[in-house]
């Protein structure tokens, strides 16, 4: 059975870090795309940086270029975003979620399909 189960998450005032992780079980997903949507309040979920662990090619969304930095350890299969310089506009819960497709058709889908992976989610809260 596959799990995805995120942690890191945390309340931080702006200006602050935070790095979550993904870790994955179940199966191996180096070659798949592997990322982190996240949902404020009132608002459709959105993706925020994917990378496929095998090449490590990454994708961000704009509003995060420069201040996160996604990564992963093949061998644990696991993913991490390190976030810098947060800003109250970050917060939101923060899913992993597992496509095989590329970064960028991950990080831009806009509607689940059957064979995606989703963790529970953690939340991040960046007061100002």
């Known amino acids: 059975q596959v799990q995805l189960v995120e942690s890191g998450g945390g309340l931080v005032q702006a200006g602050g870090s935070l790095s979550l992780s993904c870790a994955a079980s179940?199966?191996?997903?180096?070659?798949?795309?592997m990322g982190w949507f996240r949902q404020a309040p009132g608002k459709e979920r959105e993706g925020v940086s994917c990378i496929i662990p095998s090449d490590g090619r990454t994708y961000y969304t704009d509003s995060v270029k420069g201040r996160f930095i996604i990564s992963r350890d093949v061998a644990k299969n696991t993913v991490y975003l390190q976030m810098n310089n947060l800003e109250p506009e970050d917060t939101g819960v923060y899913y992993c979620?597992?496509?095989?497709?590329?970064?960028?058709?991950?990080?831009?889908?806009?509607?689940?399909?059957?064979?995606?992976?989703w963790g529970l989610g953690t939340q991040v809260t960046v007061s100002s």
């Open positions: 979620v597992v496509r095989a497709s590329s970064v960028q058709e991950l990080c831009t889908m806009t509607r689940m399909r059957p064979g995606d992976y």
């Open positions: 179940g199966r191996t997903f180096s070659s798949y795309a």
